[in-house]
Each structure stands twice: as structure tokens, then as C-alpha cells.
């Protein structure tokens, strides 16, 4: 999501005769988009603040601002921290970027600062889009959270779910296509209940329908699923769709009921577990992925074996695996219990261990077989080895054999596994 508003900033920037540069110290304008869900974004944001003043005191003109979650969440705070700090503009008033660069160039204002939770859907469809790389287009099809998960800072940033209209969600994508994108990734922070604050809206079911028809789209994905919205009618689009790609990812969190109880995930574990049994019973060759949480407060020894078994149940593909951390103003950061930093690291190697086997033994299964990809191009260490995405999400890597062409759908033969990726040569 921070990267498809970071492509309409620039697109705005583009408009004003601003152009990117590869060097901080070559710049007339820094933004910095910011993320909040994890502590450690934030200390990166401060390292990168503290850096780029020295760069305000070499070029006094240069303009310095800070966007995204973190202005949304810090307000006038950060311009108190930080002097040099030019503007600051929350997640619902990014449309405002042209005017405040405007101004600042005049020397019109000398700080800006701005968190009023405006109509980031409004925005979206208003601002151009400069996007980053020739295959892969991120499109929003919706902005806010009203899950209000204990540990997520998400909904006090984004606001609550708002809906962009399907005609401007399809226009933006055909866009995409007709310059030559053939993926297509839908964004929200739950995609599942899209349409559901407008009447006479779209199911997001049928939206991935209509996108599966736009002319010239090989791909078709989204992220992401909140596990107690995902429909029948979302599982039977994919299973038979042409171009949805055969990948759900569903972030369970965590795997006992009484942590999920206390995250107010909203479903139970034999929920969730009845919901991944409709999705391979419906889409035998899906691969599904999910997000998984280790120290939340609370976790006993008992709660984190009950985790790992019901991991080794559930065999996911792969699985994207954090520390909990503290964010201020979430009721999580406030229970009792709080689990000790070393604990959470010991726990986390040992998550780590158990889904590295289960998706090493997953990816051994696909060896001696044939499969699409989607090629992207070189790989960043090997030129003479390039890189594309199964349907099912899984990279993988082959010798450059002289005629391959970004954009191209590749058969490819797997001829070895490791835990994060497939190896393989061209298929005859």
C-alpha cells in the first residue's frame, strides 16, 4: 500500500518537473513515506531523519517531508523533533502534495503540517500514477480497517474501510494493461469485505471477475484476505477464473483460540481451519501463505507448542513470521503479561525451523515437474540466471537461454527445491 501511494506522489512530483535522482545528496525535494506497524520502521525513519538534516544544513533551499502512517500517527510532533522538517501530511491528505510543494517553493509557508482523515478514495482516483518497473501494477480498491485487531496500529492511521468505485478501480487497470503491465495485485487492508460500506456496491468476488477480463491482464492477484471475510464466492472466482492466480494468502496470526481471542481476530481455530479444508478442496493446487505473530502478550509455553502443532497441521506454503511489538495506543500494548525479548527471539527461531521443513518438503513435491511463470528478467546477483512467479506465488530461477523476454509467460521444468524458491531450466 505504501508503495502505490508512493507511485501517485511521484506522479504529482512528475507534474510539478520533478524527476528522480539515484543520490539523496542530489536532491531538491526528500520525502520520506512512512510505516508504523512495527517499531522498527519507526526507528529507521528517525535514523533516516537525522541524516537528512545534515543535508537541510548544506542546501537550506532543499524541501524535506515525511508522509504515510507514521506522519498520520506523529502529527506535529515530529516537526517539534525535528526543526528541519519541511511538511507533514497524514495518509488522507496526500492529494495535498502539489499545493504544499508549491508553496514551500514560493516561500509561501515555512511548515506544513496536515493529519485531517480526509478521502484518501477520492484522492487515489484523482492523482497520476508514476509506477515503478514494467510488469507488476499495484491498484488500491480500497483504503482503512475496521477490524481493530489489539496489536495494529492500522485503523487509528487509515481510517475506516472506504471503497473506490469499481469503473474507476477497472479504468485504472485497463490503463495498466494497455501500457504493457501484465500483473495485476488489488490492494487493501482487508479485500474480503470490499464494497461493504457502499450500497450497491460490487462484492469483491465479482470485482476480481471483471478484472480477470480486462484485455491483455496474464495475472491477477491481491492482498490482503482477512480470514473471517473470505467467500465461497472469492474461492469459486479463483478456482475459475483465468488469470486469478491460484494463491491465498489468509494471515491466521496465531494458532490457539485464546490468543486470537485476545488479537480480536474474530474467528476460531476450527473456523479457519474449515476454511483453508474449502479452499483445497475447491483449488487443489492453491498454495496458501499466511502471517504468523510470536510473543503477543500472554503466550504461555503451552499456547506456543499449541502454535507449532497446529502449524505442522495446517502445511502452509510459506508463512511470514514477526515479534510482536508494542505500538502505543493499541490496546495490546497495554495488557499484562508482556512476553520477555529473548523469549520472543527463541520462539521465533523455533516457528521459523518448523515452516522452513514444511515448505522445503512442499517445494520437493514440485521437482520433475513442469510449470508457468511469469518472467521478470535477470536476477539481481546473476545476469546469466533469470527469475519469474509460478501462479501459486513461488520464485523461480533458470539459465538465460538468449530469447526469454520480461513479460512472457514461461514453461519452466523444476529440476531442484529450496525453502523459498524452485530451480529448474526451460521446458522443451
Same mark, same amino acid.
Given at each position: 500500500?505504501?508503495?502505490?501511494?508512493?507511485?501517485?506522489?511521484?506522479?504529482?512530483?512528475?507534474?510539478?518537473?520533478?524527476?528522480?535522482?539515484?543520490?539523496?545528496?542530489?536532491?531538491?525535494?526528500?520525502?520520506?513515506?512512512?510505516?508504523?506497524?512495527?517499531?522498527?520502521?519507526?526507528?529507521?525513519?528517525?535514523?533516516?531523519?537525522?541524516?537528512?538534516?545534515?543535508?537541510?544544513?548544506?542546501?537550506?533551499?532543499?524541501?524535506?517531508?515525511?508522509?504515510?502512517?507514521?506522519?498520520?500517527?506523529?502529527?506535529?510532533?515530529?516537526?517539534?523533533?525535528?526543526?528541519?522538517?519541511?511538511?507533514?501530511?497524514?495518509?488522507?491528505?496526500?492529494?495535498?502534495?502539489?499545493?504544499?510543494?508549491?508553496?514551500?517553493?514560493?516561500?509561501?509557508?515555512?511548515?506544513?503540517?496536515?493529519?485531517?482523515?480526509?478521502?484518501?478514495?477520492?484522492?487515489?482516483?484523482?492523482?497520476?500514477?508514476?509506477?515503478?518497473?514494467?510488469?507488476?501494477?499495484?491498484?488500491?480498491?480500497?483504503?482503512?480497517?475496521?477490524?481493530?485487531?489489539?496489536?495494529?496500529?492500522?485503523?487509528?492511521?487509515?481510517?475506516?474501510?472506504?471503497?473506490?468505485?469499481?469503473?474507476?478501480?477497472?479504468?485504472?487497470?485497463?490503463?495498466?494493461?494497455?501500457?504493457?503491465?501484465?500483473?495485476?495485485?488489488?490492494?487493501?487492508?482487508?479485500?474480503?469485505?470490499?464494497?461493504?460500506?457502499?450500497?450497491?456496491?460490487?462484492?469483491?468476488?465479482?470485482?476480481?471477475?471483471?478484472?480477470?477480463?480486462?484485455?491483455?491482464?496474464?495475472?491477477?492477484?491481491?492482498?490482503?484476505?482477512?480470514?473471517? &471475510?473470505?467467500? /465461497?464466492? *472469492?474461492? +469459486?472466482? =479463483? $478456482?475459475?477464473? @483465468?488469470?486469478?492466480?491460484?494463491?491465498?494468502?489468509?494471515?491466521?496470526?496465531?494458532?490457539?483460540?485464546?490468543?486470537?481471542?485476545?488479537?480480536?481476530?474474530?474467528?476460531?481455530?476450527?473456523?479457519?481451519?474449515?476454511?483453508?479444508?474449502?479452499?483445497?478442496?475447491?483449488?487443489?493446487?492453491?498454495?496458501?501463505?499466511?502471517?504468523?505473530?510470536?510473543?503477543?502478550?500472554?503466550?504461555?509455553?503451552?499456547?506456543?507448542?499449541?502454535?507449532?502443532?497446529?502449524?505442522?497441521?495446517?502445511?502452509?506454503?510459506?508463512?511470514?513470521?514477526?515479534?510482536?511489538?508494542?505500538?502505543?495506543?493499541?490496546?495490546?500494548? &497495554?495488557?499484562? /503479561?508482556? *512476553?520477555? +525479548?529473548? =523469549? $520472543?527471539?527463541? @520462539?521465533?527461531?523455533?516457528?521459523?525451523?518448523?515452516?522452513?521443513?514444511?515448505?522445503?518438503?512442499?517445494?520437493?513435491?514440485?521437482?520433475?515437474?513442469?510449470?508457468?511463470?511469469?518472467?521478470?528478467?535477470?536476477?539481481?546477483?546473476?545476469?546469466?540466471?533469470?527469475?519469474?512467479?509460478?501462479?501459486?506465488?513461488?520464485?523461480?530461477?533458470?539459465?538465460?537461454?538468449?530469447?526469454?523476454?520480461?513479460?512472457?509467460?514461461?514453461?519452466?521444468?523444476?529440476?531442484?527445491?529450496?525453502?523459498?524458491?524452485?530451480?529448474?531450466?526451460?521446458?522443451?
Amino acid at each position: 500500500m505504501n508503495i502505490a501511494d508512493a507511485e501517485r506522489m511521484e506522479g504529482v512530483l512528475k507534474t510539478l518537473g520533478y524527476n528522480r535522482v539515484n543520490e539523496m545528496q542530489e536532491a531538491d525535494l526528500i520525502i520520506l513515506n512512512t510505516c508504523c506497524v512495527r517499531e522498527t520502521a519507526e526507528d529507521k525513519v528517525y535514523g533516516k531523519i537525522g541524516e537528512i538534516k545534515h543535508l537541510k544544513q548544506q542546501n537550506p533551499r532543499l524541501i524535506f517531508g515525511i508522509t504515510g502512517c507514521m506522519a498520520q500517527k506523529e502529527g506535529e510532533a515530529l516537526i517539534k523533533r525535528a526543526p528541519h522538517i519541511d511538511f507533514v501530511l497524514g495518509t488522507g491528505r496526500v492529494a495535498e502534495l502539489g499545493n504544499v510543494i508549491g508553496q514551500l517553493e514560493d516561500e509561501q509557508i515555512q511548515h506544513f503540517v496536515d493529519t485531517t482523515m480526509d478521502d484518501a478514495v477520492e484522492a487515489a482516483s484523482r492523482m497520476p500514477v508514476e509506477r515503478e518497473g514494467t510488469l507488476s501494477a499495484w491498484v488500491p480498491i480500497m483504503y482503512g480497517c475496521n477490524n481493530f485487531c489489539t496489536y495494529c496500529i492500522v485503523p487509528y492511521v487509515r481510517g475506516r474501510e472506504r471503497s473506490r468505485r469499481a469503473e474507476e478501480i477497472l479504468s485504472e487497470v485497463r490503463d495498466a494493461a494497455a501500457k504493457g503491465y501484465k500483473e495485476i495485485t488489488l490492494l487493501g487492508q482487508n479485500v474480503n469485505s470490499y464494497g461493504n460500506d457502499q450500497e450497491g456496491f460490487m462484492s469483491f468476488a465479482e470485482l476480481l471477475k471483471a478484472v480477470d477480463e480486462v484485455e491483455g491482464i496474464e495475472r491477477v492477484r491481491y492482498m490482503t484476505s482477512h480470514p473471517k &471475510d473470505l467467500s /465461497d464466492e *472469492v474461492i +469459486e472466482a =479463483v $478456482k475459475n477464473g @483465468r488469470h486469478i492466480c491460484e494463491h491465498f494468502h489468509i494471515p491466521v496470526q496465531y494458532g490457539t483460540d485464546k490468543l486470537l481471542k485476545r488479537m480480536n481476530r474474530k474467528y476460531t481455530v476450527a473456523q479457519y481451519k474449515a476454511l483453508v479444508e474449502r479452499i483445497r478442496s475447491s483449488v487443489p493446487n492453491a498454495s496458501i501463505t499466511t502471517d504468523l505473530i510470536v510473543g503477543f502478550p500472554g503466550e504461555t509455553e503451552e499456547d506456543f507448542e499449541g502454535m507449532l502443532d497446529f502449524l505442522r497441521e495446517i502445511r502452509y506454503d510459506a508463512a511470514y513470521t514477526f515479534i510482536y511489538s508494542p505500538r502505543t495506543g493499541t490496546p495490546a500494548a &497495554d495488557m499484562p /503479561d508482556q *512476553v520477555p +525479548e529473548e =523469549v $520472543k527471539k527463541d @520462539r521465533l527461531h523455533k516457528l521459523m525451523d518448523v515452516q522452513n521443513e514444511i515448505s522445503l518438503a512442499i517445494n520437493e513435491k514440485l521437482v520433475g515437474s513442469d510449470t508457468e511463470v511469469l518472467v521478470e528478467g535477470p536476477s539481481r546477483t546473476d545476469k546469466s540466471v533469470w527469475t519469474g512467479r509460478t501462479r501459486t506465488s513461488k520464485i523461480v530461477l533458470w539459465p538465460y537461454e538468449g530469447n526469454e523476454q520480461p513479460g512472457e509467460l514461461r514453461r519452466v521444468h523444476i529440476t531442484q527445491a529450496q525453502t523459498w524458491l524452485l530451480k529448474g531450466k526451460l521446458a522443451e
